[in-house]
Protein backbone atom coordinates (compact mmCIF):
# COMPACT_ATOMS: atom_id res chain seq x y z
CA UNK A 1 0.00 0.00 0.00
CA UNK A 2 1.25 3.73 -0.57
CA UNK A 3 0.11 4.55 2.83
CA UNK A 4 2.37 2.46 5.05
CA UNK A 5 4.87 4.80 5.45
CA UNK A 6 3.05 7.41 7.06
CA UNK A 7 1.01 4.82 9.35
CA UNK A 8 4.31 3.89 10.49
CA UNK A 9 5.26 6.95 11.43
CA UNK A 10 2.34 7.45 13.43
CA UNK A 11 2.44 4.29 15.26
CA UNK A 12 4.95 5.69 18.31
CA UNK A 13 2.30 8.70 18.46
CA UNK A 14 -0.83 7.03 18.72
CA UNK A 15 0.49 4.15 21.14
CA UNK A 16 1.91 6.92 23.42
CA UNK A 17 -1.48 8.86 23.34
CA UNK A 18 -3.08 6.10 24.12
CA UNK A 19 -1.00 4.69 26.71
CA UNK A 20 -1.05 8.44 28.43
CA UNK A 21 -4.62 8.23 28.07
CA UNK A 22 -5.19 4.97 29.90
CA UNK A 23 -2.76 5.89 32.66
CA UNK A 24 -4.97 9.12 33.51
CA UNK A 25 -7.93 6.88 33.29
CA UNK A 26 -6.43 4.65 36.37
CA UNK A 27 -5.10 7.42 38.13
CA UNK A 28 -8.21 9.64 37.91
CA UNK A 29 -10.46 6.25 39.63
CA UNK A 30 -7.26 5.24 41.65
CA UNK A 31 -7.88 9.18 43.15
CA UNK A 32 -11.66 9.48 43.31
CA UNK A 33 -11.89 5.96 45.40
CA UNK A 34 -8.99 7.90 47.82
CA UNK A 35 -11.40 11.27 48.29
CA UNK A 36 -14.43 9.11 49.03
CA UNK A 37 -12.71 6.83 51.63
CA UNK A 38 -11.21 9.62 53.23
CA UNK A 39 -14.60 11.62 52.73
CA UNK A 40 -16.14 8.83 54.80
CA UNK A 41 -13.82 8.79 57.05
CA UNK A 42 -14.32 12.50 57.97
CA UNK A 43 -17.81 11.74 57.98
CA UNK A 44 -17.17 8.78 60.70
CA UNK A 45 -15.19 11.32 62.99
CA UNK A 46 -18.65 13.90 62.33
CA UNK A 47 -20.83 11.37 63.40
CA UNK A 48 -19.16 9.69 66.39
CA UNK A 49 -18.11 13.39 67.78
CA UNK A 50 -21.88 14.63 67.50
CA UNK A 51 -23.22 10.77 69.25
CA UNK A 52 -20.68 12.10 72.04
CA UNK A 53 -21.69 15.33 72.72
CA UNK A 54 -20.89 15.22 76.32
CA UNK A 55 -17.14 15.91 75.72
CA UNK A 56 -14.96 18.65 75.21
CA UNK A 57 -13.31 16.84 72.43
CA UNK A 58 -16.46 16.29 70.93
CA UNK A 59 -16.50 19.97 69.57
CA UNK A 60 -13.04 19.25 67.87
CA UNK A 61 -13.86 16.32 66.18
CA UNK A 62 -16.97 18.05 64.56
CA UNK A 63 -14.99 20.34 63.16
CA UNK A 64 -12.30 18.04 62.18
CA UNK A 65 -14.71 15.55 60.97
CA UNK A 66 -16.44 18.69 58.81
CA UNK A 67 -13.31 19.81 57.41
CA UNK A 68 -12.54 16.35 56.22
CA UNK A 69 -15.33 15.59 54.95
CA UNK A 70 -15.55 18.84 53.14
CA UNK A 71 -11.83 19.14 51.62
CA UNK A 72 -12.61 15.48 50.19
CA UNK A 73 -15.44 16.31 48.16
CA UNK A 74 -13.73 19.87 47.28
CA UNK A 75 -11.25 17.57 45.71
CA UNK A 76 -13.75 15.27 44.37
CA UNK A 77 -15.22 18.63 42.83
CA UNK A 78 -12.21 19.51 41.51
CA UNK A 79 -11.03 16.42 39.83
CA UNK A 80 -14.33 16.29 37.79
CA UNK A 81 -14.58 20.17 37.55
CA UNK A 82 -18.16 20.13 39.02
CA UNK A 83 -17.15 23.90 40.73
CA UNK A 84 -18.77 26.72 38.90
CA UNK A 85 -15.35 28.69 38.57
CA UNK A 86 -13.18 25.71 37.28
Request: aromatic letters at 10%; hydrophobic letters at 60%; glycine letters at 8%.
Amino acid sequence: MATDGPNEELYPVVYRAVNDALWNVVGTVALSLVLVAVFFVGLSVFLSSVTTMGSSLSVLGIVLGTAIAVAAALGFALLFDLLPWS
